[in-house]
């Protein structure tokens, strides 16, 4: 009895096609043959067969600069907000991807990535709104800083604190161990909790749907990333998962 239940186990499972994961960077990588298989196509429930070609799994950093950013302009804490939808469509398109998801990623503590709508206005009261939940610093380069306010993450004369946070430092390349390099980790240290905290109230990555080639998207509904400490450039990661 426990051998046929074995025996039927395993013809189950041969039959069944089992796909290899591989990354690279900024490269498709495919495997197997084409598969048939049965999905649910939209909000009606509605189940339709799609003829599922290559696997897709690819990841790519892509550069954004500010739009507006001088040349040699240093970072003053600026809120801004950049649309990444337009970077994500080519590369979708590029990778020949028809069904499956993107999966994009803010790189930096001081930025945001969220869906809504990309309109000017609402820009600025993005940058109101959330500059009243955590005004900046008083000590800070902001022209919003307001009296009074002080965060200890911009105690940086008491920083790294605790070994955890010098082998951080040393991991990163400064060699905290010897004076002037401390302080000169010290003085490139933006005073900038107000941004961190921020960024993880609006959070770090987004995953969206990609069927027949689309992101799965409203109609007034764009990529953002939100820049809480700027101007700088920032990178953006991108992941694509799907078939071809």
């Known amino acids: 009895m426990v051998s046929s239940t074995i025996l039927a186990l395993f013809v189950i499972l041969a039959a069944v096609p089992i796909g290899v994961t591989a990354f690279s960077n900024g490269h498709h990588s495919y495997y197997s043959n084409s598969i048939r298989r049965t999905c649910l196509h939209d909000a009606t429930g509605t189940a339709e067969t799609f003829q599922l070609g290559q696997q897709i799994c690819t990841y790519k950093t892509i550069t954004i600069t500010p739009s507006g950013m001088n040349e040699g302009e240093l970072p003053r804490q600026a809120v801004s907000v950049e649309d990444l939808t337009p970077h994500l469509e080519s590369y979708i398109e590029a990778s020949g991807m028809k069904n ?34 955590c005004p900046p610093d008083e000590r800070s380069e902001s022209e919003k ?58 959070g770090s990555s987004e995953s969206i749907p990609v069927v027949d080639g689309k992101m799965v998207i409203g109609q007034w509904q764009s990529v953002l990333l939100v820049d809480l400490d700027g101007p700088r450039t920032r990178t953006v990661g991108i992941q694509l998962m799907g078939n071809s």
């Not at 998801?101 to 009261?125: C, F, G, K, P, Q």
């Not at 920083?159 to 390349?173: I, K, T």
């Open 145 to 202: 800083k307001q009296a009074g306010v002080r965060y200890l993450h911009n105690d940086i004369d008491q920083r790294p604190d605790g070994e955890d946070e010098q082998q951080r430092c040393r991991d990163n390349g400064w060699d905290i161990d010897d004076d002037v390099q401390l302080q000169k980790w010290r003085d490139q240290e933006p005073i900038n909790a107000h941004s961190h905290l921020i960024s993880m109230m609006l």
């Open 100 to 133: 499956g998801v993107l999966t994009v990623i803010s790189r930096h503590t001081t930025t945001a990535l969220t869906i809504n709508e990309l309109e000017s206005r609402l820009a600025r009261d993005v940058e109101e709104f959330f500059l009243k939940v």
